[in-house]
């Protein structure tokens, strides 16, 4: 028994050995989407020299591929080449929500409120509140993987708990649970610009807008903070025992200053949503639709970037205001400034993924792959749950080799969004699909930038931690995630409940 146990981690081990050495290997994602765009080059130029065609199923207009080393193809990457890179949808939406959400992140309001979210909660709900924390706390982007797990790690010692059980808590609700959350984060953006630009070949009517998966998150944030805390409790923790390390650390409470900032962020937070409501409560509000009156379409979703960026400029300037952290006004854009050359590797990105979307979409070899692929689908009836389960499989697996969110979405969407739209499920539902395999596994990924990160902060409890010992605490969330995510999915296309308040699971034919 014993020797069969060590042999299967023996194997296991070996498989993520191979995964590292294939991932190290990999070039880096802005190479990565030149390659593909010159081999999308290469390869519209021999497809369109067989002839292949397909029959546009919406439409009924025959489409070929078309070569982008012919005379009309060198033509128009010369002249759109800018406008690729420039009218990239998902550039100017992030940018937009960093300004907001970075600049509170800045003045200290994002840590400090997580502490306070954290410290204020009786010991019986202090798991449940570590993961609770790191799901909202995405909203932070990846400062929340350096802030909530070892603060997780304080907490549990706090209250004399194993501070690994801590660490692992706080992982799954950031790693795990990233694309969760009950608020729209710049995450929903970022995938909503990369969808519609996938979508436009084959559903040129649907647009994906940044809460259009809100409801389903939403709803995930509960089910996945009692599962997590359930999983934490009942087989994380116990495996590990009591804590025998040796540290001892303090959380410090919070100071007057501090909780003076939070309150003050908290009034001019309900102040501003107070206006909002004045626009969007009152049947002819400016925020409602000016012809039907409704919300759903409106101009409050249709701003919903900017309206949540000055939120968050809001409370990041009162709450930096009051506790000394903006001085004067000429600290404001110095830190806004930070906010952004922290985004440059992002805007390196964006250039080299904008330019093969665009590329791969005039080829249209994205529509006949899309049409060919959706025909086969259809014939092997390969349709329904198991495709959707299926393409959250194989997300996971891509996962493992290429950590960038964004960057699996550039590569994934151009193909999956168009076949999968053609054998009826809706643009929306197609990306949150991506996001549940996208999401999950983050954790157990050797290859995610920040588990060496975490992997350091556990060793600072357990010098003789390693990568196992992280995969082992961390295995349990992400097989847990994907399948509790899974049921909640099949829930959500039985019924075909409405993903956001612009989105149903299926298209409307």
Excluded at 248 to 264: A, C, I, P, V
Excluded at 307 to 327: A, C, D, R
Excluded at 437 to 460: C, H, K, M
């Amino acid at each position: 028994m014993v020797e069969n146990s060590l042999k299967k981690k023996s194997m296991f081990r070996k498989f993520l050995d191979w995964v590292e050495r294939v991932g190290n290997k990999l070039p880096h994602p802005f190479t990565l989407f030149v390659m593909l765009a010159v081999g999308i080059m290469v390869i519209s130029a021999i497809v369109a020299a067989v002839g292949v065609k397909v029959i546009h199923p919406g439409t009924q207009e025959e489409v070929v591929v078309k070569s982008l080393f012919s005379k009309d193809g060198i033509l128009w990457i010369i002249g759109s080449f800018l406008d690729n890179f420039i009218g990239f949808k998902p550039l100017g939406l992030v940018l937009v929500m960093t300004f907001g959400i970075g600049l509170a992140e800045e003045v200290g309001f994002v840590f400090t409120s997580l502490r306070k979210l954290i410290l204020g909660v009786p010991k019986s709900l202090v798991t449940a509140t570590v993961i609770f924390a790191g799901i909202i706390g995405n909203l932070a982007s990846d400062a929340a993987f350096v802030v909530i797990p070892p603060l997780a790690a304080l907490i549990f010692l706090a209250v004399k708990r194993h501070p690994l059980a801590g660490i692992a808590a706080g992982f799954a609700g950031v790693g795990a649970g990233f694309t969760a959350n009950l608020l729209v984060a710049g995450t929903d953006a970022l995938l909503a610009g990369i969808t519609n630009e996938a979508a436009k070949s084959v559903v040129s009517d649907a647009v994906v807008s940044p809460v259009s998966n809100w409801y389903f998150l939403i709803a995930s944030t509960f089910v996945l903070t009692f599962a997590g805390a359930w999983i934490t409790d009942k087989v994380v923790e116990p495996r590990l025992g009591e804590y025998k390390g040796g540290v001892e650390k303090e959380l410090e409470e919070l100071t007057s200053l501090e909780n003076k900032g939070l309150r003050n962020a908290g009034i001019a937070a309900m102040i501003y949503i107070g206006i909002l409501l004045i626009g969007i409560v009152p049947q002819n509000g400016m925020l409602r639709h000016p012809e039907t009156h409704t919300i759903i379409p409106s101009p409050f979703l249709s701003g919903i970037i900017p309206i949540l960026m000055m939120l968050f400029i809001i409370i990041g300037l009162s709450y930096g205001i009051t506790v000394g952290s903006i001085k004067n006004e000429k600290d404001i854009p110095r830190m806004l400034g930070k906010v952004i050359k922290g985004m440059s590797g992002y805007i390196v990105l964006v250039f080299a993924a904008s330019q093969f979307i665009a590329f791969f979409n005039w080829s249209n070899m994205g529509t006949v792959i899309a049409v060919r692929g959706a025909d086969f689908l259809e014939k092997v009836g390969f349709t329904g749950i198991p495709l959707i389960v299926g393409f959250i499989i194989v997300t996971t697996i891509v996962n493992l080799f290429i950590g960038s969110g964004s960057a699996k979405w550039a590569l994934l969407a151009p193909i999956f969004v168009p076949m999968l739209s053609l054998v009826g499920f809706s643009p929306a539902f197609i990306q949150l699909a991506y996001r549940i395999g996208d999401s999950a596994t983050n954790p157990i990924s050797p290859l995610f930038p920040y588990f060496p990160v975490i992997l350091a902060f556990v060793q600072e409890y357990d010098e003789n931690a390693g990568v196992g010992t992280l995969l082992s605490l961390m295995i349990p969330y992400s097989f847990s995630f994907v399948a509790i995510w899974i049921v909640q999915m099949i829930v959500w296309m039985s019924f075909n409940l409405p993903l956001g308040p612009d989105a149903l699971v299926y298209l409307i034919k």
